[in-house]
């Protein structure tokens, strides 16, 4: 029987092709083995449980269709593997398709061979034919530049304490919230409460009812992404806000993924409730587990997030934030579509209903921005030429940081010696249009 699934002949016996269902077992031991504890060599299960998952259980985005894998044909083993994870992001509120490639697995003795070279192929196009407008990615450093990919979006800044940093309850006190988990019922209140953070964000991970669906009740238990969500409310049972952290310890440390509260609700008096909260949870999972210990609390939410404010002097300890990686493959479709936010932040500028070209060089390639009266009319390829520089210069992709306000135009200037705004306009329309904004990506998997 001629094989449906198969994608590409890779050649010296090695085949890409779509993963069936049943080779779920087969798939988990190839991440569990290929992200194994570097210190103990034992196969890292969650990792493992995750991919099985996404295999043989529902998800709201993911199918058969977007997950590679290469098998050698001579022993029939699965040497390599990729999936994409469709999901949309909010940029300063407008919508955006992305696509996360992820699961990137191979075994030791494949690799340098292309074989995730391959797979990425695919799954771009995969994601072109989604109609996603860009694709993100996190991982080991460097690695992801050589597909396109720029480390340009904050990633797991954090703030961590010490379990005595905790603040106790006075005697006599009755503690103020309730943290219980969170039901089925819950789930319009989560998509409202976590939608109202995300305007806080620059870039964040929408959430609808399916995504919840999935945090509530759709993964294993021993998946690496298991999470707890609870919900946060009066002690008459009106529900305030919402927790999200992993079900398990994360080393000695019990980490927060998500946290949100109803506006108007103080976060100074909530944040209080959460920690305690987190100490007891990290305790009982620590006593159910003899290997265990528990050490501190960390709010992985970025230094700029309310609670991170609100708990600061409890959460002394600072991580700065990794990055995600970035790829933007259709720099004028993206910029065409975020246009509505393009336009408020130039009206509200000192160069409000501005009329002119804006051209940016890339020094082999470019854009031309079109502006009449305040409205971008068109953006297009632009081609510079040695007689005309345009506006301004951004080597490589390091637009891509200003585009997702990870720097502004001035570090950026600091740090890349050919990065350079040329003419008065740019001076004024690049901070205008793309201003440093933090953003905090909770991303579906």
Same mark, same amino acid.
């Given at each position: 029987m001629p094989d449906?699934?198969?994608?590409?002949?890779?050649?010296d016996g090695l085949v890409l092709r779509q993963v069936r269902r049943e080779e779920a077992d087969a798939m988990a031991d190839l991440n569990s083995g290929v992200f194994r504890n570097p210190d103990t060599g034992e196969p890292h299960l969650p990792s493992g449980v995750w991919v099985h998952d996404l295999i043989t259980r529902p998800h709201p985005t993911v199918s058969l269709d977007d997950y590679t894998v290469v098998e050698d044909t001579k022993t029939g083993a699965l040497v390599s593997s990729m999936v994409l994870i469709s999901q949309t992001w909010s940029y300063d509120g407008i919508e955006v398709a992305v696509g996360r490639p992820e699961a990137v697995a191979t075994r030791p003795e494949y690799r340098r061979r292309g074989l995730v070279r391959a797979q990425f192929e695919?799954?771009?196009?995969?994601?072109? &034919?989604?109609? &996603?407008?860009?694709?993100?990615?996190?991982?080991?450093?460097?690695?992801?530049?050589?597909?396109?990919? &720029?480390m340009t979006v904050e990633l797991d800044g954090w703030r961590s304490g010490a379990l005595g940093n905790i603040?106790?309850?006075? &005697?006599?006190q009755e503690e103020p919230f309730v943290v219980r988990p969170a039901r089925e019922a819950d789930i319009p209140f989560l998509v409202q409460v976590y939608a109202g953070g995300q305007e806080r964000w620059l870039l964040s991970c929408v959430r609808d009812e399916a995504t919840w669906r999935l945090e509530l009740s759709g993964r294993s238990d021993g998946s690496d992404d298991a999470r707890l969500v609870r919900v946060i409310e009066t002690p008459?049972?009106?529900?305030?806000?919402?927790?999200?952290?992993?079900?398990?310890?994360?080393?000695?440390?019990?980490?927060?993924?998500?946290?949100?509260?109803?506006?108007?609700?103080?976060?100074?008096?909530?944040?209080?409730?959460?920690?305690r909260y987190l100490k007891l949870t990290g305790e009982a999972m620590a006593a159910a587990d003899p290997k265990k210990q528990f050490h501190t609390v960390t709010f992985g939410l970025g230094d700029q997030h309310p609670g991170c404010r609100a708990a600061r002097r409890r959460l002394p300890a600072t991580g700065a934030p990794y990055s995600w990686y970035m790829r933007v493959p259709d720099l004028p479709r993206f910029l065409l579509h975020i246009r509505p936010v393009l336009e408020r932040r130039l009206a509200e500028s000192i160069a409000v209903g501005h009329t002119g070209e804006l051209k940016v060089s890339f020094y082999r390639t470019g854009l031309k921005l079109a502006f009449r009266e305040g409205r971008l009319e068109t953006v297009e390829p632009w081609q510079p030429a040695s007689s005309e520089d345009g506006d301004a210069g951004f080597p490589g992709l390091t637009f891509l940081h200003l585009l997702f306000g990870h720097r502004s135009t001035e570090e950026l200037r600091q740090t890349y010696a050919d990065c350079g705004v040329w003419s008065d306009a740019a001076s004024v329309l690049l901070p205008a249009l793309f201003p440093k904004k933090a953003s905090c990506v909770w991303p579906l998997a």
């Amino acid at each position: 029987m001629p094989d449906n699934t198969l994608i590409r002949d890779l050649g010296d016996g090695l085949v890409l092709r779509q993963v069936r269902r049943e080779e779920a077992d087969a798939m988990a031991d190839l991440n569990s083995g290929v992200f194994r504890n570097p210190d103990t060599g034992e196969p890292h299960l969650p990792s493992g449980v995750w991919v099985h998952d996404l295999i043989t259980r529902p998800h709201p985005t993911v199918s058969l269709d977007d997950y590679t894998v290469v098998e050698d044909t001579k022993t029939g083993a699965l040497v390599s593997s990729m999936v994409l994870i469709s999901q949309t992001w909010s940029y300063d509120g407008i919508e955006v398709a992305v696509g996360r490639p992820e699961a990137v697995a191979t075994r030791p003795e494949y690799r340098r061979r292309g074989l995730v070279r391959a797979q990425f192929e695919v799954a771009h196009q995969r994601s072109a &034919e989604k109609g &996603e407008l860009c694709q993100a990615i996190t991982g080991i450093p460097n690695f992801y530049r050589q597909f396109g990919y &720029e480390m340009t979006v904050e990633l797991d800044g954090w703030r961590s304490g010490a379990l005595g940093n905790i603040p106790k309850l006075k &005697e006599g006190q009755e503690e103020p919230f309730v943290v219980r988990p969170a039901r089925e019922a819950d789930i319009p209140f989560l998509v409202q409460v976590y939608a109202g953070g995300q305007e806080r964000w620059l870039l964040s991970c929408v959430r609808d009812e399916a995504t919840w669906r999935l945090e509530l009740s759709g993964r294993s238990d021993g998946s690496d992404d298991a999470r707890l969500v609870r919900v946060i409310e009066t002690p008459t049972g009106a529900p305030v806000g919402l927790l999200v952290h992993p079900n398990r310890l994360w080393g000695t440390d019990l980490r927060l993924i998500a946290y949100g509260l109803r506006p108007g609700v103080s976060w100074l008096a909530v944040t209080p409730t959460v920690l305690r909260y987190l100490k007891l949870t990290g305790e009982a999972m620590a006593a159910a587990d003899p290997k265990k210990q528990f050490h501190t609390v960390t709010f992985g939410l970025g230094d700029q997030h309310p609670g991170c404010r609100a708990a600061r002097r409890r959460l002394p300890a600072t991580g700065a934030p990794y990055s995600w990686y970035m790829r933007v493959p259709d720099l004028p479709r993206f910029l065409l579509h975020i246009r509505p936010v393009l336009e408020r932040r130039l009206a509200e500028s000192i160069a409000v209903g501005h009329t002119g070209e804006l051209k940016v060089s890339f020094y082999r390639t470019g854009l031309k921005l079109a502006f009449r009266e305040g409205r971008l009319e068109t953006v297009e390829p632009w081609q510079p030429a040695s007689s005309e520089d345009g506006d301004a210069g951004f080597p490589g992709l390091t637009f891509l940081h200003l585009l997702f306000g990870h720097r502004s135009t001035e570090e950026l200037r600091q740090t890349y010696a050919d990065c350079g705004v040329w003419s008065d306009a740019a001076s004024v329309l690049l901070p205008a249009l793309f201003p440093k904004k933090a953003s905090c990506v909770w991303p579906l998997a």
